[in-house]
């Protein structure tokens, strides 16, 4: 079992940037992050395998960058130019095995708790 521990989540206005971290417990391969709003389905915006193999949903593509220190066993989520939609919980997510074919990860293995991010117009 891994655990995985978020931080960095809080309140911002628009157009300023905020860095989520996801610290694991363990050795993973695939790490991502996820979001989720009320009533909506929780969705991957960045996954990533090693320091230059990622994948981002068209949403964030150029405002946020995923990266991954293995020997930490930490990932990262630099966010930059957010936008009242980008609000959410944001969780980490991690998978043993590799991300997939087009690198998005869509079945983890583990889950972090979550972190909220507001962002206010």
């Given at each position: 079992?891994?655990?995985l521990m978020e931080s960095g989540g809080g309140s911002v206005q628009a157009e300023g940037s905020l860095r989520l971290s996801c610290t694991a417990s363990g050795w993973t391969w695939c790490m991502a992050w996820f979001r989720q709003v009320p009533g909506k389905?929780?969705?991957?915006?960045?996954?990533i395998e090693d320091k230059s193999n990622a994948w981002y949903a068209d949403s964030v593509k150029g405002r946020f960058t995923v990266s991954k220190d293995n020997a930490k066993k930490t990932l990262y989520l630099?966010?930059?130019?957010?936008?009242?939609?980008?609000?959410?919980?944001?969780?980490?997510?991690?998978?043993?095995?590799?991300?997939?074919?087009?690198?998005?990860?869509?079945?983890?293995n583990y889950w972090g708790q979550g972190t909220q991010v507001t962002v206010s117009s």
């Open positions: 079992q891994v655990h389905e929780r969705e991957v915006i960045a996954s630099e966010m930059n130019m957010l936008k009242p939609e980008d609000s959410a919980m944001y969780y980490c997510a991690a998978h043993q095995g590799v991300c997939g074919t087009d690198l998005r990860l869509v079945a983890p």
